[in-house]
T-cell receptor, first 112, second 115 residues
Framework: GDSVTQMEGPVTLSEEAFLTINCTYTATGYPSLFWYVQYPGEGLQLLLKATKADDKGSNKGFEATYRKETTSFHLEKGSVQVSDSAVYFCALGEGGYQKVTFGTGTKLQVIP | GAVVSQHPSRVICKSGTSVKIECRSLDFQATTMFWYRQFPKQSLMLMATSNEGSKATYEQGVEKDKFLINHASLTLSTLTVTSAHPEDSSFYIC???????????FGQGTRLTVV
């Protein structure tokens, strides 16, 4: 079945550091790929998405490229801020976006 | 954007009691809602699909009689954990896609602790 593997956290970075959170997936078809973010005390929010190979999703300075050849969707940001501290979930969806398969989540802590 | 409200955010209950968790779509109607569960350091796992006006569809391995789902209106789905035990302690989260849209929106989640 479908599965998503992402790097374990927590990840602690200084403000303005470069961020990479690795994510790889296994799927039988051609899934859409997502990154969700959960800020403390809040629900999951869609951060960015990519629906086909070589698509790049971007939002709020975060980027991820759908790499079919390596089955990866790594999340990157050039300069993190304290406000980026949250838990980040990589996910995939097949047959539409409604039902998704999640990774374990990676907690990011950015310190001033 | 669309808002999904989940209540309560945290609940502690005694073994053997039942706990109800509500999931509401505040500014849109949702004929379908999804319930997920997250074990510590594990993925969010889909438990069931809640369908307005009909029975929920449960994923393999999820006990229907243990996790009762009711989707009585287009804006409300409830998950009741019956006869709770410590192993039911977990993080439960719901999602709902607005009608006509592919993207689902998530509630804040409920941290259940059974003592």
């Amino acid at each position: 079945g479908d599965s998503v593997t992402q790097m374990e956290g927590p990840v602690t970075l200084s403000e303005e550091a470069f961020l990479t959170i690795n994510c790889t997936y296994t799927a039988t078809g051609y899934p859409s790929l997502f990154w969700y973010v959960q800020y403390p005390g809040e629900g999951l929010q869609l951060l960015l998405k990519a629906t086909k190979a070589d698509d790049k999703g971007s939002n709020k300075g975060f980027e991820a490229t759908y790499r079919k050849e390596t089955t990866s969707f790594h999340l990157e940001k050039g300069s993190v801020q304290v406000s980026d501290s949250a838990v980040y979930f990589c996910a995939l969806g097949e047959g539409g976006y409604q039902k998704v398969t999640f990774g374990t989540g990676t907690k990011l802590q950015v310190i001033p | 954007g669309a808002v999904v409200s989940q209540h309560p955010s945290r609940v502690i209950c005694k073994s053997g009691t039942s706990v109800k968790i509500e999931c509401r779509s505040l500014d849109f109607q949702a004929t379908t809602m999804f319930w997920y569960r997250q074990f510590p350091k594990q993925s969010l796992m889909l438990m069931a699909t809640s369908n307005e006006g009909s029975k929920a569809t449960y994923e393999q391995g999820v006990e229907k009689d243990k996790f009762l789902i009711n989707h009585a209106s287009l804006t409300l789905s409830t998950l009741t954990v019956t006869s709770a035990h410590p192993e039911d302690s977990s993080f439960y989260i719901c999602s709902a896609p607005p009608q006509g849209k592919a993207e689902a929106f998530f509630g804040q989640g409920t941290r259940l602790t059974v003592v």
